[in-house]
């Protein structure tokens, strides 16, 4: 991205840049005169981009148009949307690194630029070419500056497209896209609030960008697994969105939009916790909720339907099923305690210095032959696929761990307890984690993708014993 950034300054240098993923389309003829209207129709400081909502044309059961639909337009009335990686018109200006203060900024170094003149300041942030520093001046003075003839250009594009060519310099730092998270669009619309930009928001009517899902449930944990490293690896940095905060200019309701956002990464902690408890109650024959004949049983199923109703009227009133609210909730307990836990070891393992966290590609086109042939690698068909991955172990982990809970309960195998034993509210909790893991459950009963490999299944099984013995033994001391 930054290097197309400094390539097309070189060519174009147009005040406006398009960021569309390769796997998505324009699918509104009206998408740019509609961006133009925000960025050209308001004070440059009040819209440094404009986002559209990023959506997928193959996947029915879309839970980012509630995203969009809640969150997208919520936080447009603070200082804006986030910016989503795709679908989203940015000011060359703003990617170069001003400020909303530096618009009227008459100090004349950019002028001085314009005419050739560079200091070393200049070299230093924008890379050793003076070509292109020539060209970002006019950008950061509000000038097009189009070259006359490209072809005397070719030789600087070459040159500020090289591997090197950044170092030294603050590209990735002040910038351009931010380096520091394999979630550098989340990280770059951060830094660009921080200054006290403000974003703009346009959903019209149809879509504007369309783009393709990914086609199996391991290709969502791999990108699963990076959005999470790339949020806890925003929040445990220097640009979290609290020193943005006390620091710089990011608004208050802002900053607790984006924390909101970044301790996503955090939710398998808990979610793994409560997984395992009533597991945990039922094989050693205690409890964590009161029982059905107590007053107290009332709170947290009061607590459970108003929840659970609320999420499904989201859904109601966007216009989706049930069916599809119980996929997406299913999934997100999947995702969450299956992918999402790596992002938390790998943050760990990372400020341990112990790991260096890599930009993992989504695959999401799919190869036309593959897919006409009835190959592998075809679209999604509706099924859960597997493979070897870590993320599959502990998913399967998790519902071997319930499945021997509800096993001993039914067949009696629990220590002997008091009057406060594990009760109705336990089995509940466990058939419930049991039922939002039903895609592992079928996949024990499949062969080839649509199956556990055998290697998954020994792991988790040793795993799930062990949790068992040491739920016992806890027990027993």
């Avoid at 133009?36 to 440059?44: A, D, Q, V, W, Y």
Wanted: glycine share 10%.
């Amino acid at each position: 991205m930054n290097t197309l950034t400094r390539v097309s300054g070189l060519m174009t240098n147009a005040p406006f840049m398009l960021n569309v993923d390769c796997d998505m389309f324009a699918n509104n003829p009206q998408l740019v005169r509609q961006a133009m209207c925000l960025l050209l129709g308001s004070k440059e400081r009040d819209c440094a981009f404009v986002q559209f909502p990023q959506l997928y044309y193959n996947d029915p059961n879309n839970s980012l148009v509630l995203f969009h639909e809640y969150v997208g337009k919520g936080i447009s009335g603070i200082q804006g949307p986030f910016y989503g990686g795709t679908g989203c018109f940015h000011r060359r200006k703003v990617i170069y690194g001003l400020c909303p203060d530096g618009i009227e900024d008459e100090s004349g170094r950019y002028y001085n630029a314009v005419n050739g003149k560079v200091d070393d300041e200049l070299l230093k942030e924008f890379g050793n070419s003076k070509e292109f520093i020539k060209s970002a001046a006019h950008a950061l003075k509000g000038d097009r500056g189009f070259p006359m003839d490209l072809s005397n250009t070719l030789d600087d594009a070459h040159q500020v497209a090289g591997s090197a060519f950044e170092y030294g310099s603050s590209w990735g730092e002040k910038v351009g896209w931010i380096y520091g998270s394999t979630v550098e669009d989340i990280l770059t619309g951060l830094m660009i609030h921080k200054k006290g930009w403000k974003s703009g928001y346009c959903n019209p009517n149809p879509p504007a960008f369309l783009g393709f899902g990914p086609s199996s449930s391991t290709t969502v944990m791999t990108q699963q697994k990076r959005w999470s490293t790339g949020l806890l690896e925003i929040l445990f940095s220097k640009n979290n969105p609290i020193s943005a905060t006390l620091t710089a200019n990011l608004q208050f309701r802002m900053s607790v939009a984006y924390l909101w956002f970044t301790c996503w990464g955090l939710q398998p902690i808990p979610d793994l916790c409560y997984a395992a408890l009533p597991a945990y109650c039922i094989i050693t024959n205690s409890n964590f909720l009161p029982k059905f004949q107590e007053p107290g049983i009332f709170i947290p199923i009061c607590v459970f339907v108003t929840y659970n109703m609320y999420t499904l009227s989201e859904y109601i009133r966007t216009g989706f099923s049930i069916r599809s609210w119980w996929i997406n909730q299913s999934m997100t307990r999947v995702i969450t305690m299956s992918a999402w836990i790596f992002g938390v070891s790998n943050v760990v393992l990372k400020h341990l210095g112990l790991l260096e966290t890599v930009f993992e590609i989504t695959k999401k086109v799919v190869d036309d032959q593959k897919s006409t042939s009835g190959g592998e690698e075809e679209e999604n068909d509706g099924k859960f696929t597997f493979d070897e991955s870590p993320a599959f172990v502990v998913g399967t982990t998790v519902l071997f761990v319930q499945l021997i809970a509800l096993s001993t309960g039914m067949l009696g195998l629990q220590p002997p307890g008091d009057e406060q034993g594990s009760g109705l509210g336990e089995v509940f909790c466990s058939v419930l984690v049991v039922l939002w893991f039903l895609p592992f459950v079928e996949g024990l009963f499949r062969k080839g993708k649509y199956g556990i490999p055998l290697s998954t299944i020994c792991k988790s099984t040793a795993l799930a014993s062990l949790f068992v013995y040491l739920s016992k033994k806890s027990y027993i001391v």
